[in-house]
T-cell receptor, first 116, second 116 residues
């Protein structure tokens, strides 16, 4: 079955330190991978995606993610965390059984807390 | 990327009643999806809204409870019928754009439903 795993329910980081939010996936065929952020009482905001090309993907707000095919991972990173980065982060993979029109399958989410 | 206007943003409803949620996209999109996010949980796909035909429902979701319409390529509605407190969740619509050099999923801001 296709799935996404986010092994950490919560990640705590001090402001200014680097952060990593982990994601691994299982999918048939080529993975289409996405990261979204959700602030309280808000919808999902797109951060970045990997479809093809360079394994290191840069996205919004200084975030980046590295696609690692051998480890089936797509970890989200930021060199220097801000308090305003505190939010709920979701990793998602396209359901390839739907082909190019497939829906997204989401991980359970990781709460990021950045302390001053 | 597309922009989705989702209404209402929140509502408090009496059990046994129904609520219709609307999503309007500012451009034609390939696919539209409806998700439910229960408190503290990830996003679960309810159904794929098919333009001009019946929606495709995921296991555990049925048309009588969650009727969906998609009359054209930019608009969809989800109705939560005969509501009970267990239906209290955030409901989100999503649109897939897959063509003309861009591939991505956009989300509405969500509808926070409380059933009392």
């Amino acid at each position: 079955a296709q799935s996404v795993a986010q092994p950490e329910d919560q990640v705590n980081v001090a402001e200014g330190n680097p952060l990593t939010v982990k994601c691994t996936y299982s999918v048939s065929g080529n993975p289409y991978l996405f990261w979204y952020v959700q602030y309280p009482n808000r919808g999902l905001q797109f951060l970045l995606k990997y479809i093809t090309g360079d394994n290191l993907v840069k996205g919004s707000y200084g975030f980046e993610a590295e696609f690692n095919k051998s480890q089936t991972s797509f970890h989200l990173k930021k060199p220097s965390a801000l308090v305003s980065d505190s939010a709920l982060y979701f990793c998602a993979v396209r359901d390839n059984y739907g082909g190019s029109q497939g829906n997204l399958i989401f991980g359970k989410g990781t709460k990021l807390s950045v302390k001053p | 990327s597309a922009v989705i206007s989702q209404k209402p943003s929140r509502d408090i409803c009496q059990r046994g009643t129904s609520l219709t949620i609307q999503c309007q996209v500012d451009s034609q999109v390939t696919m539209m999806f409806w998700y439910r996010q229960q408190p503290g949980q990830s996003l679960t796909l309810i159904a794929t809204a098919n333009q001009g035909s019946e929606a495709t429902y995921e296991s555990g979701f049925v048309i009588d409870k969650f009727p969906i319409s998609r009359p054209n390529l930019t608009f969809s509605t989800l109705t939560v019928s005969n509501m009970s407190p267990e239906d209290s969740s955030i409901y989100l619509c999503s649109a897939l754009q897959g063509g003309q050099g861009y591939y991505g999923y956009t989300f509405g801001s969500g509808t926070r439903l409380t059933v009392v």
